[in-house]
T-cell receptor
Framework: AQSVAQPEDQVKVAEGNPLTVKCTYS??????LFWYVQYPNRGLQFLLK??????LVKGSYGFEAEFNKSQTSFHLKKPSALVSDSALYFC???????????????FGKGTRLHILP | DTGVSQNPRHKITKRGQNVTFRCDPI?????LYWYRQTLGQGPEFLTY????????KSRLLSDRFSAERPKGSFSTLEIQRTEQGDSAMYLC??????????????FGPGTRLTVL
């Protein structure tokens, strides 16, 4: 069965400092990995994805994530945090399949990111 | 706006009543998903459609829940005899099929259900 773990409920970082939000996953075969962000009263917004290829994936708003197959991790990073990055972040995993196969996304519980001014 | 839309955005109902939510996906997307999100949790998969065919239903989807996508465009999610435990945000997402879009799902703003 597929699963995603986000070990930190909250992460606090001072503005301008680098940030990391941790994610580990469990899936048989090669995973598709995603990060989504959720702002208050708004829907989930897609940040980035890893499908194949380069282990470092760049996404929206200056975020990037590093796929580490040996550690089954997909940590989200940003070199310099902004106060506007404060939100709820979800890591997610899916397993690719042929058409009409189950390809639902399994989400982690989320990590609330607080960027302190 | 050509994103995923959901109506209503908020629904307050009394226990035992029936409610229906609507989702309009991105027009060219043939896959449509329903998720439920409770406070402090990530979204949990409920069901999904490929065009008008409902291909999977989660164990979370009890007999009181039914979803339809009659013409392969918009979808409805109905909850009969609502219970307080049904209070949650119901999210809809759409995507092209997995071969073309690598499962990138676009989410609507959600319908927040409160059962009193």
């Amino acid at each position: 069965a597929q699963s995603v773990a986000q070990p930190e409920d909250q992460v606090k970082v001072a503005e301008g400092n680098p940030l990391t939000v941790k994610c580990t996953y469990s899936v048989s075969g090669n995973p598709y990995l995603f990060w989504y962000v959720q702002y208050p009263n708004r829907g989930l917004q897609f940040l980035l994805k890893y499908i194949t290829g380069d282990n470092l994936v760049k996404g929206s708003y200056g975020f990037e994530a590093e796929f580490n197959k040996s550690q089954t991790s997909f940590h989200l990073k940003k070199p310099s945090a902004l106060v506007s990055d404060s939100a709820l972040y979800f890591c997610a995993v899916s397993r690719p399949g042929p058409v009409n196969r189950d390809d639902k996304i399994i989400f982690g519980k989320g990590t609330r990111l607080h960027i302190l001014p | 706006d050509t994103g995923v839309s959901q109506n209503p955005r908020h629904k307050i109902t009394k226990r035992g009543q029936n409610v229906t939510f609507r989702c309009d996906p991105i027009s060219e997307h043939n896959r449509l998903y329903w998720y439920r999100q409770t406070l402090g949790q990530g979204p949990e998969f409920l069901t999904y459609f490929q065009n008008e065919a409902q291909l999977e239903k989660s164990r979370l989807l009890s007999d009181r829940f039914s979803a339809e996508r009659p013409k392969g465009s918009f979808s409805t999610l109905e909850i009969q005899r609502t219970e307080q435990g049904d209070s949650a945000m119901y999210l809809c997402a759409s995507s092209l099929d997995g071969r073309l879009s690598y499962n990138e799902q676009f989410f609507g703003p959600g319908t927040r259900l409160t059962v009193l």
